[in-house]
């Protein structure tokens, strides 16, 4: 099962066209927040199931703030982050995590991709794709994140970068 990532497009969607055009079969589609009116557009083109909780710029949409989903044997919540504080540390939203018994908690908000795999935190992994639209982390490159569930059911995550020439490169 082969899972997209992404977060904080703020409907500015070229760049998540190049990325479906790169990864491209995949199964879900997951958009931690901050689409700005694009839900229609990013359903269409991922042309998969997707899962969007609504982000702190997400004014007029009926789309949830939270959502626990499962993929595979895993179940994860998906969250902007920005009511948890995501801005100075993870804990609340691994709490928060904690409370609804998810194996990982997906988040956006601080346009800085980061993976921490579950051993000191709780019991709970960590994901931010960053943003495809105003990346923050250094190098300024906009990302998002592949996850992927092997035929025997193990998780694994990978961020990619999309650089100034469109080309993909992985972290």
């Known amino acids: 099962m082969k899972i997209l990532i992404v977060s904080d497009t703020h409907g500015r969607d070229d760049n998540l066209v190049k990325v479906l055009k790169k990864v491209k079969p995949i199964d879900f589609l997951i958009h931690c927040g901050d689409v700005e009116g694009s839900e229609k557009k990013i359903r269409e083109l991922a042309g998969c199931p997707c899962a969007m909780v609504k ?23 998906i969250v902007h982050g920005h009511t948890y504080g995501v801005a ?54 906009p990302s998002y994140i592949v996850m992927e569930i092997d035929r025997f059911g193990k998780v694994h995550f ?8 469109g080309r993909i490169q992985l972290w």
């Open 88 to 141: 100075w540390d993870e804990e609340g939203v691994i709490e928060a995590a904690r409370e609804r018994g998810c194996d990982i908690v997906m988040y956006g908000h601080t346009h800085r991709p980061s993976i921490n795999i579950a051993t000191e935190k709780g019991g709970v992994t960590t994901i931010n794709p960053g943003s495809l639209a105003f990346p923050r982390q250094e190098g300024r490159k």
């Open 55 to 77: 982000g702190n710029n997400d004014f007029f949409t009926d789309i949830p703030r939270e959502e626990v989903i499962t993929l595979g044997r895993y179940k994860v919540l």
């Open 158 to 165: 990978r961020i990619n970068y999309l650089s100034r020439s």
